[in-house]
């Protein structure tokens, strides 16, 4: 036996956890902590019977509700309002449950769920949408008997078949969603994106690279972009994004480049590579190290390759890319020299005597080059994220003192000493690295991924690219902490199908829609009917006859022995006597009007077995068919 208040129950705390799970993410502490809680104390609450009162629970609501509306402005509106929603569904689960209390906690489950939207749309928000559609569907059937009587209880075959219909609403609904998917636009992006346009997202790529102004860096593995391409070795994996040409103080910027100048690059191969970006705030592209053209949006490629959207979009976009994988960019007629020499207003005197060394002893370019790299690894640094220099002087105490620092310091450092010893240099910020799926045949590069190297022009060459964190001590190992087993099997799944999700629903925007239907009319358009075509419609069409009788069959296959034998009672009583059988007369009263032995034998041995919930046997069958036949 199954009773339906442990059913409904058992379906509230699991809409509830739906409801929840996806906004966990964003919520503050409290009301992350809250939930559970109140999950886990309703549960109990429920069998002690010590749930909190209405009164309490309207008091604990409003101090709440007052708490987070004084916390709403103008740069901070949706955060308040999804933690007072958090906690809103969360005194509901302790608190006294009546049939419109449940209702409430459907309500507030559901605008939970959506309010997640607001920051993220990936892939799995449309797996907690359909399970909490569905369980929805149930509880409300599930309700509508505990309104009835709270205390019902119900056979195991009963509950099922309880179920089994409430499941039958939100599948038949479910074709129609699927033609509302392929009518109905939607957005790209997630919708607090498209609210809070003036916010910034943070990334870890920047458009300014200053070592010094924070202690450490944390990893982030969220996703920058991926890149539908080959496998390439490890050592290509230079995705560009932005030169800095320009120091301001210690920092390093992107300035106007130089009047005249303009890269080239010859002599080497193409590699072609799709790149899906999520939406950010940047406007530059990235693509592997060295660009050389991109189709699908609108973007420039300046001289020294950094590729630039003409636009600022959030919204979802995919691009075309062809690189040649090269470490030198070639230049047409002269640089200035002057320019890419500037070096920081104040350079301390130890680095001033590194580049008075190295100036001294490398007569050209190139030797001067192969010595600092020299001096980098003669230093024995040690790449690290944590307990970074933040002195004055930060550059100093990287090379000297504490020798620890992450990609800003080694570029930053090798830079400066770079124009301290006569040779032009700037840095590029981008991306090394990228976790390549083989489910899905693609990169992917997370914002943990951002890196910043060298580029030092070496004349008669051109810009030759030096990446000096590869000098530090413990450059192998850290290559080598790469995740692996289980974990990092399950989140590759899970991003593949991200990705699929990104390519086949987000990006199926209302302008795809349209070339959809455009295509389909010029394709009927272009349709002639034939003979061949008619004989091809007429198989069809009898087909489909056949298909519907093979269905209405099978249909009438499924009817119980009781039901038949039932209709075939009614048919032979219509027949043999004039009065009139009202769908409300019950087989005795019909047995009383007929005064027919054959008949009271039939009803007796029937209402037996059908009023004693059980199915007829054989014999009893086989009874009854005999008994109908010796009626007519």
């Known amino acids: 036996m199954v009773r339906i208040s442990t059913v409904l129950k058992f379906l509230t705390y699991s809409i509830a956890l739906l409801g929840y799970a996806p906004l966990s993410p964003y919520l503050e502490i409290v009301p992350q902590l809250i939930f559970p809680v109140s999950l886990i104390g309703g549960i109990f609450a429920e069998r002690k019977g010590n749930r909190l009162s209405g009164p309490i629970a309207t008091v604990v609501s409003t101090f709440f509700f007052i708490y987070y509306v004084t916390q709403i402005n103008r740069d901070n509106l949706v955060g308040p309002a999804v933690n007072l929603l958090t906690v809103l569904l969360s005194i509901r689960l302790i608190s006294e449950k009546k049939g419109r209390n449940y209702l409430q906690i459907f309500a507030l489950s559901l605008f939970s769920l959506a309010s997640s939207s607001l920051f993220t749309l990936d892939a799995f928000f449309l797996a907690y949408l359909i399970a909490l559609f569905f369980l929805i569907a149930v509880a409300l059937v599930i309700l509508t008997f505990h309104a009835t009587d709270n205390n019902m209880v119900l056979p195991r075959d009963g509950a099922k078949t309880v179920l089994s219909i409430s499941l039958l609403m939100p599948a038949a609904a479910l074709p129609l969603m699927c033609v509302f998917f392929v009518i109905l636009p939607r957005t790209q992006y997630p919708l607090w994106n498209f609210l809070n346009v003036a916010g910034s997202r943070v990334t870890g790529f920047s458009e300014k690279v200053q070592p010094g102004v924070a202690s450490s860096v944390g990893e982030m593995k969220n996703a920058a972009f991926r890149v539908s391409c080959g496998k390439l070795p490890k050592e290509q994996l230079y995705w560009r994004g932005a030169v800095l040409n320009t120091l301001v103080g210690n920092a390093w910027i992107r300035g106007n480049l130089p009047a005249g100048e303009e890269g080239y690059v010859s002599g080497a191969g193409e590699i072609q590579q799709t790149i899906y970006p999520e939406p950010g705030r940047s406007g530059y592209l990235f693509a592997l190290n060295v660009p050389r053209q991109v189709t699908g949006v609108r973007a420039s490629l300046a001289g020294d390759f950094v590729l630039k959207s003409s636009s600022i979009s959030a919204r979802r976009v995919k691009y075309d890319a062809v690189s040649s994988p090269v470490n030198t960019i070639n230049t047409r007629g002269w640089i200035d020299r002057e320019y890419y020499l500037r070096l920081p207003p104040s350079l301390s005197a130890r680095m001033a005597d590194v580049g008075r060394n190295i ?252 009023y004693g919930d059980r199915k007829l046997t054989i014999e009893e069958y086989r009874t009854l068919q005999d008994l109908l036949r010796s009626l007519t």
Request: hydrophobic fraction near 40%; charge should be positive.
């Open 359 to 610: 100036a001294r002893r490398g007569k050209a370019d190139e030797e001067k080059v192969e010595l600092l790299k020299e001096f980098f690894r003669s230093r024995k640094i040690t790449y690290a994220t944590s307990d970074l220099p933040v002195s004055a002087d930060p550059l100093d105490e990287f090379l000297f003192t504490k020798k620890r620092g992450n990609c800003e310091f080694f570029s930053s450092s090798f830079a400066v000493l770079l124009r301290s010893a006569g040779v032009p240099s700037r840095l590029v910020g981008g991306y090394f690295g990228g976790e390549y799926n083989e489910l899905g045949g693609y990169y992917l590069i997370t914002e943990g991924m951002a890196h910043a190297w060298v580029e030092a022009y070496i004349d008669g060459r051109g810009w030759l690219m030096v990446d000096p964190s590869i000098m530090s001590a413990n450059f192998q190992k850290v290559q080598k902490e790469k995740e692996s087993g289980t974990a990092y099997r399950i989140r590759m799944y899970q991003d593949s199908f991200n990705y699929l999700w990104n390519m086949a629903v987000i990006n199926y925007d209302l302008e795809k829609q349209f070339q959809m239907a455009n295509e389909v009319n010029s394709r009927l358009k272009r349709i002639s009917l034939t003979f061949q075509h008619g004989k091809i419609l007429l198989l069809t069409g009898l087909t489909l006859i056949m298909l519907i009788l093979v269905i209405l069959a099978a249909r009438r296959a499924k009817v119980s022995r009781e039901e038949k034998i039932m209709r075939k009672f009614l048919r032979q009583m219509k027949r043999k006597y004039t009065f009139d059988i009202l769908p409300s007369t019950s087989l005795h009263e019909l047995a009383g009007m007929a005064k027919d032995p054959l008949i009271d034998k039939f009803v007796e041995i029937y209402g037996r077995t059908i």
